[in-house]
T-cell receptor, first 113, second 112 residues
Framework: EDQVTQSPEALRLQEGESSSLNCSYT??????LFWYRQDPGKGPEFLFT???AGEEKEKERLKATLTKKESFLHITAPKPEDSATYLC??????????????FGKGTKLSVIP | DAGITQSPRHKVTETGTPVTLRCHQT?????MYWYRQDPGHGLRLIHY???????DKGEVSDGYSVSRSKTEDFLLTLESATSSQTSVYFC???????????FGSGTRLTVV
């Protein structure tokens, strides 16, 4: 059974205080690892897809990295508008030509001015 | 969200009544998904569709049925709503089987 564990569950940072969120996973046949951002009352918004160990992607203050067992979302000099819940999901083949996403429970990030 | 609309946005219904949630897309994507999101559980897949009239079960499909008669519409039906089905329901679309998903804004369903 595919499993995705995110840590910490919640993180409070001062504005400008850099940190990292962790996503560890066990999956057979990883096709890709996805990061999403979710604001209260809204649907998840796509951030990154990583496909192979060693891959990195960046967007503004965010950088995602991938190893064979985990992914990190690094947040550099965060601002209050970065406050949100960050979701990690792994995609694996589920049969009949279909791939499915299995989500972690998320990390709720609060950035204090 | 651009290209994907869920309706209604909020609904309160009584236990035992049937409920249908609608997901409409204008992207002509082949794949459509229904998820529910609950505190402590994260997003869990209910059903998905890989084409018109082609659907399959997800992780938490009991008590739910789906239909897809047109590319653009994917309906989720609760035949007889129960309090355990109180949740936020998200629809997602994907262009290809191994692409990322675009999510709708969600439907908050309360079963009393």
């Amino acid at each position: 059974e595919d499993q995705v564990t995110q840590s910490p569950e919640a993180l409070r940072l001062q504005e400008g205080e850099s940190s990292s969120l962790n996503c560890s996973y066990t999956v057979s046949g990883l096709r890709g690892l996805f990061w999403y951002r979710q604001d209260p009352g809204k649907g998840p918004e796509f951030l990154f897809t990583l496909y192979s160990a060693g891959e990195e992607k960046e967007k503004e203050r965010l950088k995602a990295t991938l190893t064979k067992k985990e992914s990190f979302l690094h947040i550099t000099a965060p601002k209050p508008e970065d406050s949100a819940t960050y979701l990690c999901a792994v995609q694996a083949y589920s049969g009949a030509g279909s791939y499915q996403l299995t989500f972690g429970k998320g990390t709720k990030l609060s950035v204090i001015p | 969200d651009a290209g994907i609309t869920q309706s209604p946005r909020h609904k309160v219904t009584e236990t035992g009544t049937p409920v249908t949630l609608r997901c409409h897309q204008t992207e002509n994507h082949r794949y459509m998904y229904w998820y529910r999101q609950d505190p402590g559980h994260g997003l869990r897949l209910i059903h998905y569709s890989y084409g018109v009239k082609d659907t399959d079960k997800g992780e938490v499909s009991d008590g739910y049925s789906v239909s897809r008669s047109k590319t653009e519409d994917f309906l989720l039906t609760l035949e007889s709503a129960t309090s355990s089905q109180t949740s936020v329901y998200f629809c997602a679309i994907s262009e290809s089987a191994n692409y990322g998903y675009t999510f709708g804004s969600g439907t908050r369903l309360t079963v009393v």
